[in-house]
């Protein structure tokens, strides 16, 4: 089924307000390199429906992503914007990631009404967070804290911690600043202390393969630093086995021209223990970045990653 859509590129997103300041990003940006339309199509994929559920349990973070492939696929849309973190390892045969914009602040930040930073919490505080990676982090951080899990888009989670069920939440700085809600940020964690997950703070565009003429036109808007770095870092999770049921952080930095891949991995269970490890190496092309992320990943093997990942 393919309507006329030759004047237009239309763009899938999902609805909630990150993904619409997202997509209206990439229209602006697109708008400015072409002489088409460029439109929006907002669709409900099933991670919105099930908000309230931990995602790990009930199939991961692809459900952010199906319906809007369906839409691609169907012709319904061309392209479709997501945020980079919420994109599965491997994508369906037939679709590709066209761009990768500038990454926007990849670290995590901490909100509270009265506390100026996890240091700050007094003991047995509740902390909210909706991923496996940061509960791991923040417990090695601070052992005696209850951290209890937390669901929503950004406004239901704000509105949770605004309504007292949390002492404090932890989330990702770049939606807080993508939606004007900077203000609520107390301090932001250092990207070493707490690992950002693969992607986060970047936006990805999928599209169909076969859709030339449009994979020309993104990658007017690739970044290239952000591209490889976010292929490093996806390449952990993937020689990993990939699950988003694995408490995975991966974030890697440019210094001096040369890649900086920091990984950690926790067990998803009680238990305390979190794996890290640091390579670096000159990245010029995507083969090294992943060749980079595929080191890291042995050097995980190689401290027991086997046995954290059995027990998921
Ligand atoms: N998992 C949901 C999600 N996907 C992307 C972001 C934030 C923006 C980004 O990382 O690009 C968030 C919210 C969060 O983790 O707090």
Same mark, same amino acid.
């Given at each position: ?27 602006? $940006? ?12 907002g ?59 500038e ?21 047995? @505080? ?12 923040l ?10 899990? =937390? ?13 007292g ?10 939606? =807080? ?6 203000? +609520? ?32 036109? =993104? ?7 952000t591209?490889?770095?976010?292929h ?11 699950s ?26 009680d ?6 490890? +640091? ?11 992943? @060749? $980079? ?20």
């Amino acid at each position: 089924m393919t309507t006329d859509t030759s004047s237009s590129w239309v763009i899938a997103t999902r609805e909630s307000r990150l993904a619409l300041w997202q997509a209206h990003h990439v229209q602006a $940006l697109l708008r400015s390199r072409t002489s088409r339309h460029v439109e929006l199509l907002g669709m409900t994929t099933r991670g919105d429906q099930i908000l309230d559920r931990t995602l790990s349990k009930v199939g991961g973070k692809g459900l952010f992503v199906k319906e809007l492939e369906v839409a691609l696929e169907e012709g319904r849309a061309h392209l479709a914007v997501h945020s980079l973190k919420d994109v599965p390892m491997d994508l369906p045969p037939g679709f590709v990631l066209a761009a990768i914009l500038e990454r926007e602040d990849p670290r995590d930040a901490f909100v509270s009404a009265r506390h100026a930073s996890l240091a700050e919490l007094p003991e047995a @505080a509740r902390v909210g967070t909706s991923s496996l990676r940061r509960m791991v982090q923040l417990r090695a951080l601070r052992p005696d804290l209850r951290i209890e899990p =937390l669901r929503g888009n950004l406004d239901t989670r704000l509105r949770k911690l605004d309504e007292g069920q949390y002492d404090a939440i932890v989330l990702a700085a770049a939606g =807080l600043k993508r939606l004007g809600l900077e203000a +609520r940020i107390r301090c932001v964690f250092d990207a070493d202390e707490m690992i950002p997950a693969a992607g986060q703070g970047a936006l990805g565009i999928e599209v169909r393969a076969e859709q030339t003429e449009l994979r020309e036109l =993104l990658a007017g808007l690739n970044h290239e630093p952000t591209w490889l770095a976010a292929h490093a870092e996806r390449a952990v999770s993937r020689a990993l086995g990939g699950s988003c049921s694995m408490p995975l952080a991966a974030h890697a930095v440019w210094s001096g021209g040369r890649l900086v891949l920091n990984v950690a991995l926790g067990a998803a269970d009680d238990r305390p223990t979190v794996l890290r490890a +640091r390579v670096e190496g000159e990245v010029r092309d995507l083969p090294a970045a992943e @060749a $980079l992320g595929l080191q890291a990943a042995a050097q995980l093997r190689a401290q027991g990653a086997e046995q954290l990942l059995a027990a998921h």
